[in-house]
Every structure is written in C-alpha cells, then in structure tokens.
C-alpha cells in the first residue's frame, strides 16, 4: 500500500469481523511484541472475545491492519468492566498517536456499552506505557505487581521479570474528558513540580553515559516522583546489569508508595540540564470517604 512520505492522511476505526482480519491481528502482535510474542492472542480466542461480550478492535490505513485493542469483560464482585488483553501499534505507525486513538475509540465502545471503566497493566519500567496510559489518558494506577507473569524473554535474548502497574480508567470522569481533549501540564509546570517533589529514585549518569539508579527512599511529605529510564531498550542492550538495578529500584520504590497509602497522579518527561528525564508524580491519597462520616 503507497501511503506517501508522510503515511495515511488518517485511519478508519471498527470492530474486525473476518477470518482474515484476526490472523491480520495475531500477526500484528507478533510482530510488534517482538521478543514478548508469547503474550500474543491468538486468531480464535480473539473471535471468541468479539462474539462473547468482549471487544476486538482495528485501526485501518485504507484496508491495512494498523494497530488493534482487544478487551474482555472483568468482573471484581462489586462491577462490571473492560479489561485490555492486547493493544498493539504496527511499528510503521507508532508516530501517528495511533494508541490514543484507538483508546478514545474503545472509550466510546464501552461507553455505548453501558459500563464505566476500563482496567489494563503496563510495565512500569516502559515510559511510552506510561506517557500513554497516565499522561494522555487519564488513568490511575490503582495496585503493583511484581513479576506478574514470571519471567519473559527480552529484546536483548535475556529474561526479564515482568513487574506491572495496574490501571483504571474511569470513562466518563471529567479529569479524564480534561485529558483526551489535550488539557494536559505544559512543561514549566512539570518542572515546578518536579523541583517541589522528594526523589524515591536517586540516580546519576555512569560511566557507560547511562543514567542509573543509586539509591532508594520511602516517600515522605505531599509529593514525590519516582524516576524511570528514558529509554529502556537502551539500557537492556547496552548493559543488562543496569536494567535489573533499574527493575529492581522502581519495585522497590513502588512497593512502599502503594504500602504507605501514596498514588501515582501523572507521568511526565522533564527536560533537565539538556537531558530528558522520566518521572511519575505521586501524592498521598484522600481519604477514604467513610472515613468523614465516622
């Protein structure tokens, strides 16, 4: 398919409905797993979500599948919701802000659905996740979970373990409307923020020009942020010592924030002294709403 210099003009959204469109999108997934292609939903069970109150869902450039998000329903014994088994971006695509706009469609899916909110996981330690997920949509983590699936296999061959955040995102909440319409921090604000906040995640440049975590705090005080790297695969690639010190750092770290009652409320990449940094912003949570009428 000729798209030209720039790629498609746009994209067309819509539940898949053919044979071939979900082998089109296990191979989707596979391709842009890459060496976490095991986690790929394979073309029968992602018919079997679409046909049984599940949701299968492709981005198109023209009749080329692009990206796709397949959900199903969760149940936690007090409501109903969506919960993401896929979403994947075809790398060709990745700078089309294709994943947002395959989520503000999902968000419209289940809206007209009937249920409120939906759950998905990331790796924490992946910033395009949590650019994605925290800054432009609106989610909230909500739990951590370390190694959540055991270990997977890396780009670099080496196994890794699979820490996840898991998030809510609840559809019809207006700071998440604020979101998708772009209302969003400018970056002087991220940078007040983050100079005003306590570092859980102390880190400095290496040898290797790697910037590697060097120690570890509990939070302490109404702000905080935890450092991730910028970009991980570098990491992994270059110095997989320096990727299990980051691991191992950001669970550390998470592990006492969700333990002492702090939540995870954005996610922001700062520029600092000519380097861009990735940050979550934490603070306490409110609380409980029993608690005021006791």
């Not at 592990?255 to 934490?282: K, Q, S």
Request: include cysteine; proline fraction near 6%; charged fraction near 25%.
């Amino acid at each position: 398919m000729a798209t030209g210099a720039g790629g498609p003009k746009d994209f067309s959204f819509r539940r898949l409905r053919t044979p071939e469109e979900y082998r089109n999108a296990e191979e989707l997934q596979r391709e842009a797993l890459g060496a976490e292609a095991a986690l790929a939903l394979p073309a029968p069970q992602l018919r079997s979500l679409q046909d049984n109150g599940g949701l299968v869902l492709g981005a198109f450039a023209d009749i080329y599948l692009a990206g796709v998000i397949a959900t199903t329903i969760g149940w936690d014994g007090t409501r109903l919701y969506h919960h993401v088994g896929a979403a994947v971006v075809r790398p060709a695509y990745q700078n089309h802000r294709l994943g947002f706009r395959l989520a503000a469609y999902l968000r419209d899916e289940v809206l007209g659905l009937g249920l409120p909110e939906v759950r998905w996981s990331f790796d924490p330690l992946q910033h395009a996740g949590a650019a994605l997920s925290v800054r432009r949509l609106g989610a909230r983590p909500e739990s951590f979970h370390p190694n959540y699936f055991g270990q997977l296999l890396g780009g670099s061959g080496a196994r890794d373990e699979s820490d996840r955040l898991r998030v809510r995102w609840a559809l019809a909440d207006e700071a998440v409307a604020r979101r998708l319409a772009g209302a969003i921090p400018s970056a002087e604000e991220d940078r007040r923020r983050h100079a005003g906040a306590a570092a859980l995640v102390e880190t400095e440049l290496g040898e290797s020009g790697l910037r590697l975590p060097t120690a570890v705090t509990e939070p302490q005080g109404a702000d905080a942020h935890l450092e991730v790297p910028f970009d991980l695969g570098s990491i992994r690639t270059h110095e997989a010592a320096a990727a299990r010190r980051w691991r191992h750092a950001v669970r550390d770290a998470l592990r006492a924030a969700f333990d002492l009652g702090y939540a995870i409320d954005d996610f922001a990449t700062v520029p600092l002294e000519h380097e861009r940094r990735c940050f979550y912003f934490l603070r306490p949570s409110p609380p409980a709403a029993s608690a005021a009428g006791a």
